[in-house]
C-alpha cells in the first residue's frame, strides 16, 4: 500500500521563515473551532496568509509582528489557498513550533499597504502595488457585466455575478456575490468600498464583500468620464465552447447539515441510522445527509486540431443540465453520470475567467 511521504526540512516544505504582519483577534469558525490569522513575509514584498489552529501560539506570533522579529515556523503545512489557486496557506496547528530567529534575514520587513478607507485608489496601483486579502476603495466605470450565475462554494449555494471596472488608469475584474448582484448597471459610474483584493492565475481581482457597499455616482468627475478603453480578449467575463466531453471525473458527496462541509461517501455508511460529522462532531440522521456532485470535464472540439478544455463542474449546473433532460436520477450515482456524459455527442458549455461552468446544453 502507497504511503504519503514524509517531508523533511530540506525539502521546504514543512517549514518557512519570515517576518509576521497583521495577526488577526481569535475567532470562531463555522464548525465553532478557535482560530486566528496573519500573514507572513518570506521573501522581499512575497506574502503567505497563515492559519493558526493553536490559540496558545496568538501571543508569541502577535509579539513577532509588533517587534518585526523573524520567525521560523516548523511542521507546518501548506494548504491551497481557496483565495488563490495558484498558492497555498501556511496552516499552523499544535504540532508546529515556532523558533525565533536572531540573525538577519536577506531581505527587509515590508508592511504591506493597507487600504481601508474610503478615498479611491487607482485601479492602476491596485494591480500594481497593493497586495492580495487587503480591502479597497474604488471609483469606476462598468465595462463589462455577466449574467448571475449560481456556483456551489464549500457545499453552499452562492450566486455570483463577474464584472469589469474600469478607471482613467486601468481596468480590474470584480466578483460580486450574493445580494449585491444585479446591483450594478452597464455604463453607469460607482464608488465601491470594502472590495477584497484576490489574485488569480497570477492576474489580480477584486471582490465583493459582507461589508462592502455601493453607491452610484450621479455627477460623474472629471478624470472618470474618460475611462480606459478595455480589451474583452484580454479580460473576458465569459467563454463558450462547443465539444465533445472526452474525459469527465465526477465526485459524490454527502454535506453535513450543521456546518455544510462535505464528507466523503466512505464516510457515511448507508447502513446505519445516524451519523456523526467528522468537521464539526454533530449526529444527525444519515437520511437527512444532501448528496453533491462536483467534478472535472475535458471538452474537446471538432476542429482538426482537436483543442481541449479543462473546466470544473459543479452540482448546481449539473442538477440544471440534467433537469431539462429529465435526468436527475443520475445525480444519485456518479459512475452512471460520467457514463452518459461521456455518451454525449456535443455540448454546449459557457466558463467563467475561473474555468468554472456557468451553463452547460446539449
Known amino acids: 500500500m502507497a504511503t504519503k511521504r514524509k517531508y523533511n526540512d530540506e525539502d521546504g516544505q514543512n517549514s518557512c521563515t519570515g517576518y509576521i504582519h497583521d495577526v488577526s483577534p481569535i475567532k470562531r469558525s463555522k464548525a465553532n473551532n478557535p482560530y486566528f490569522e496573519g500573514t507572513i513575509q518570506t521573501a522581499d514584498r512575497q506574502y503567505q496568509r497563515l492559519v493558526c489552529f493553536d490559540t496558545n501560539k496568538h501571543g508569541t506570533l502577535q509579539a513577532a509582528a509588533t517587534s518585526k522579529t523573524p520567525l521560523k515556523l516548523s511542521s507546518i503545512k501548506q494548504s491551497p489557498s481557496r483565495a488563490d489557486s495558484t498558492k497555498s496557506d501556511v496552516v499552523i496547528n499544535q504540532s508546529s513550533t515556532l523558533e525565533l530567529k536572531v540573525r538577519k534575514l536577506d531581505f527587509d520587513h515590508y508592511a504591506m499597504k493597507k487600504q481601508t478607507g474610503t478615498t479611491p485608489t487607482p485601479i492602476k496601483t491596485i494591480v500594481e502595488q497593493i497586495p492580495e486579502y487587503n480591502k479597497v476603495t474604488i471609483a469606476g466605470k462598468v465595462a463589462s457585466i455577466g449574467e448571475p450565475i449560481k456556483q456551489e462554494v464549500r457545499g453552499l449555494n452562492m450566486t455570483k455575478q463577474d464584472v469589469i471596472i474600469a478607471d482613467q488608469t486601468d481596468f480590474i475584474n470584480l466578483t460580486v456575490w450574493n445580494n449585491m448582484v444585479d446591483s450594478l448597471l452597464h455604463n453607469h459610474h460607482y464608488i465601491l468600498t470594502n472590495l477584497t483584493t484576490r489574485n488569480f492565475n497570477n492576474t489580480k481581482t477584486l471582490t465583493t464583500t459582507v461589508s462592502t457597499t455601493v453607491q452610484e455616482l450621479e455627477e460623474v468627475p472629471t478624470d472618470l468620464k474618460n475611462v480606459v478603453n478595455v480589451d474583452m480578449d484580454l479580460a473576458p467575463v465569459s467563454q463558450k465552447i462547443v465539444g465533445e466531453i472526452s474525459q469527465v471525473m465526477i465526485a459524490q458527496s454527502k454535506i453535513c447539515n450543521a456546518c455544510k462541509k462535505k464528507v466523503g461517501d466512505q464516510m457515511c455508511n448507508e447502513h ?24 472535472t470535464l475535458n471538452i474537446t472540439t471538432a476542429e482538426p486540431d482537436g483543442k481541449s478544455t479543462k473546466v470544473a463542474i459543479f452540482h448546481n449546473v449539473l442538477m440544471e443540465f440534467l433537469k431539462e433532460l429529465n435526468k436527475t436520477d443520475l445525480l444519485n450515482n456518479a459512475n452512471l453520470l460520467e457514463e452518459y456524459l461521456l455518451e454525449l455527442e456535443s455540448v454546449s458549455i459557457t466558463y467563467g475567467k475561473d474555468n468554472v461552468v456557468q451553463k452547460m446544453r446539449t
Open 272 to 295: 446505519s441510522t445516524f451519523f456523526r460529522c467528522c468537521f464539526c462532531n454533530m449526529k444527525q440522521k444519515s437520511s437527512s445527509l444532501k448528496t453533491s456532485m462536483s467534478g
